[in-house]
């Protein structure tokens, strides 16, 4: 049988296509890789926010991930929106044997303040999954629950990446800067070295999505065999070009452009 490169994404809904499976299978596609999907919850909400959840039982969980293990090969997945200690426990059981790379956005509330996880689960996140992940990708308030610190400068971010590695045993932690001041820093530390990334900041509210992007084109990058750091630097200007070229559309904060890397190679 043929190998292309593949990726699976495990995460919730967004029916306005800015976030969640839907913005993963948007990134796979223009990055080229073979993309595949597990839902966890189906949400209702837009740019303006949240305003329904159904979460999908253990079982049938289980069964979609089933599916795509027993049948395609994928060299890379992610996790985003696991709502709680059922679904976390449903998702490790299956992907705790996987030997390809995993990353973690460890979603906890959407752009919109809304949350997306239930407050237990967050130490059952840490304590349970971290362990498991190739890179964790959180944003400041996720670095701050995931380490019970504040997190205010780029020292506190680097010393929180390295806390997660060494306390908590994630394979790398890449702590995001989107959420600070002046221009989006990003924090990568693999165990060994501290690397940084840095993009001017856009001055723009259309972040609806933003780390699910990112997140979604290091797995496909990493789907191809490039090295973390690698990975994470193309993610990065993938995930910038997107914001550079996003949309001011519905009424709250816009979704980025999952295909502005095209924009920008045909000018
Ligand atoms: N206004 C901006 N200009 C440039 N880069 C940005 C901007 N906002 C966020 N970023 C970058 O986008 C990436 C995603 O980071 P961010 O901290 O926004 O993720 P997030 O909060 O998890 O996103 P989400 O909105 O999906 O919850 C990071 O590389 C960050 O530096
Ligand atoms: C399903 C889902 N995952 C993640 C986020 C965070 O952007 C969101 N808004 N929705």
């Not at 223009?30 to 837009?46: C, D, F, K, P, R």
């Not at 629950?145 to 306390?167: C, F, L, N, W």
Request: negative net charge; hydrophobic residues 35%; charged residues 15%.
């Amino acid at each position: 049988m043929k190998s292309i490169p593949a990726s699976l994404t495990i995460a919730g809904t967004d029916p306005s296509g800015g976030a969640g499976i839907q913005a993963d299978l948007k990134t796979f596609q223009e990055l080229q890789s073979y993309g595949m999907s597990v839902i966890t919850s189906i949400v209702a909400q837009n740019t303006t926010g949240v305003q329904d959840v159904q979460h999908l039982s253990e079982s049938m969980i289980k069964q979609q991930l089933e599916s795509v293990i027993s049948d395609i090969p994928f060299q890379a997945f992610k996790t985003g929106m696991l709502a709680n200690i059922d679904i976390m426990n449903a998702v490790g059981e299956k992907i705790s044997g996987l030997e390809t790379p995993y990353i973690m956005d460890p979603v906890m509330v959407a752009a919109s303040g809304d949350p997306l996880i239930s407050e237990d689960a967050q130490t059952y996140l840490r304590d349970q999954l971290l362990p498991l992940t190739t890179v964790i990708t959180p944003n400041i308030p996720e670095t701050e629950v995931i380490t019970g610190k504040t997190v205010e400068t780029s020292e506190d971010m680097q010393q929180a990446a390295k806390q997660m590695v060494h306390e908590y045993g994630a394979g790398a932690a890449l702590v995001k800067g989107g959420h600070m001041q002046g221009k989006a820093v990003d924090f990568l530390y693999d165990g060994n070295q501290m690397h940084t990334f840095t993009a001017d900041r856009i001055d723009t509210t259309n972040t609806h999505g933003t780390g699910c992007t990112y997140s979604a084109a290091i797995t496909a990058y990493m789907s191809q065999g490039y090295p973390l750091p690698e990975a994470v630097q193309k993610g990065k200007d993938y995930v910038t070009a997107a914001i550079r070229h996003s949309f001011s559309i519905g009424y709250g904060s816009g979704p980025t452009n999952h295909w502005a890397q095209r924009e920008e190679k045909v000018k």
